[in-house]
């Protein structure tokens, strides 16, 4: 895949001390055609692990230029409530933009909450996205900025968690979709990972964006 972005979208605000990459803008647009190819569903979106709500609004900026409904609600999971600002400005941006009053929330909690059976957003998704952390705490050196540190490694949760909430937070005939960095060098096979845990979810391998896989969690 490509590294320049074709499908230009609109200038986000973001922290500068640490900013996102394409492979945001990637997903976005490949899950994009997903949903248009298989007439994927898409009432309630989560954007897992979200930041500045990249991901999200590139999502619905795509379904929006392309005729395409938006959704009901959607909402923007990220544990660091610095990002708060920075959301509430993109949101205006899109909203401005697209002359769309677009349903989106912040929620600044830990996603280990949707890993809960009784959690109040059970079932409640069909559609999840996200490009979480790629690391786990002993894979590299870590920075002296903690926010960094939990952008780039599992540090306020796990992958299992991670999964977990993906199996309580999807609806029955819902689709996730993930990028997950390849961590052999570190001796993790990811799929195998996935597999052990034993959730009953399916993991499909849809290839590279760039150079991290891009995934498909279904019930």
């Given at each position: 895949?490509?590294s320049i972005n074709l499908h230009f979208t609109f200038?986000?605000?973001?922290?500068?001390?640490?900013?996102?990459?394409?492979?945001?803008?990637?997903l976005a647009r490949e899950v994009f055609k997903k949903?248009?190819?298989?007439?994927?569903?898409?009432?309630?979106?989560?954007?897992?692990?979200?930041?500045?709500?990249?991901?999200?609004?590139?999502?619905?900026?795509?379904?929006?230029?392309?005729?395409?409904?938006?959704?009901?609600?959607?909402?923007?999971?990220?544990?660091?409530?610095?990002?708060?600002?920075?959301?509430?400005?993109?949101?205006?941006?899109?909203?401005?933009?697209?002359?769309?009053?677009?349903?989106?929330?912040?929620?600044?909690?830990?996603?280990?909450?949707?890993?809960?059976?009784?959690?109040?957003?059970?079932?409640?998704?069909?559609?999840?996205?996200?490009?979480?952390?790629?690391?786990?705490?002993?894979?590299?050196?870590?920075?002296?900025?903690?926010?960094?540190?939990?952008?780039?490694?599992?540090?306020?949760?796990?992958?299992?968690?991670?999964?977990?909430?993906?199996?309580?937070?999807?609806?029955?005939?819902?689709?996730?979709?993930?990028?997950?960095?390849?961590?052999?060098?570190?001796?993790?096979?990811?799929?195998?990972?996935?597999?052990?845990?034993?959730?009953?979810?399916?993991?499909?391998?849809?290839?590279?964006?760039?150079?991290?896989?891009?995934?498909?969690?279904?019930?």
């Amino acid at each position: 895949m490509s590294s320049i972005n074709l499908h230009f979208t609109f200038n986000y605000v973001q922290p500068d001390e640490y900013r996102f990459s394409h492979d945001s803008v990637f997903l976005a647009r490949e899950v994009f055609k997903k949903i248009k190819k298989f007439h994927l569903p898409y009432t309630q979106i989560l954007d897992l692990c979200s930041g500045c709500g990249i991901v999200g609004l590139d999502l619905l900026f795509h379904l929006n230029s392309n005729g395409m409904q938006l959704p009901k609600k959607t909402d923007f999971l990220e544990i660091q409530n610095i990002y708060k600002p920075f959301f509430d400005k993109n949101v205006e941006t899109f909203n401005g933009i697209t002359k769309q009053s677009v349903s989106a929330q912040f929620l600044n909690i830990n996603y280990e909450m949707l890993a809960q059976p009784e959690s109040i957003y059970a079932s409640s998704y069909d559609l999840i996205i996200s490009n979480p952390p790629y690391f786990r705490k002993d894979q590299g050196v870590l920075s002296k900025s903690e926010f960094k540190n939990r952008c780039r490694f599992f540090i306020d949760s796990d992958f299992k968690n991670l999964i977990a909430a993906f199996k309580v937070s999807l609806s029955e005939s819902g689709n996730a979709f993930i990028l997950l960095k390849s961590l052999t060098e570190h001796g993790i096979d990811i799929e195998k990972e996935f597999a052990d845990l034993d959730t009953g979810l399916k993991l499909i391998n849809l290839g590279l964006i760039r150079d991290t896989g891009f995934y498909q969690i279904k019930k």
